[in-house]
């Protein structure tokens, strides 16, 4: 069985409405729970929730080290999908929702890969009224014998546009 990744997220701060400034490149590594159940013959099935640290190339990004917090299913025929909650080091935090398909662009030493598309739609603090979407790519690394994952995420293109304060 494979186990397909889980997406992180790939984020950009946006210097106001109408200007974007990409700020670098980020990893999520995370580590999932939640149990693996065949649903028919071959057909496996997972509901959980994945979380870990976003890390930015840039350490002064505000999400630098952000928790990544998120809740999903991943359909081991298909799809998968699901939101997430993104709190900087401030307590902001960014609501996500993803929603992935499987490639064949698995990285070296994975297990399985997703092509994965965000739509950011909101947060609290320096996050409320935020919009916009992202692209990534997330590997699965290894399947623990109790079901649960390791994995990481990295991030190809993105736009997040925050509300004018």
Known sequence: MRLLAIPALFLCI???????????????GYRSEGPIMEMAPGHFYTVGTYTGTLDFADDNVVLDHAAQHCMGFVDFAGDAGGYCIITASNGDRLFAKWSCVPTDQVPEGAAGALDCSWTFNGGTGGFEGATGTARSIGANTVTYPDGTSSGYDTYSSF???LAAQ
């Open 159 to 161: 736009d997040l546009v």
């Open 14 to 28: 946006i210097a106001g409405p109408g200007g974007a400034e990409e700020l670098g490149e980020a990893f999520f």
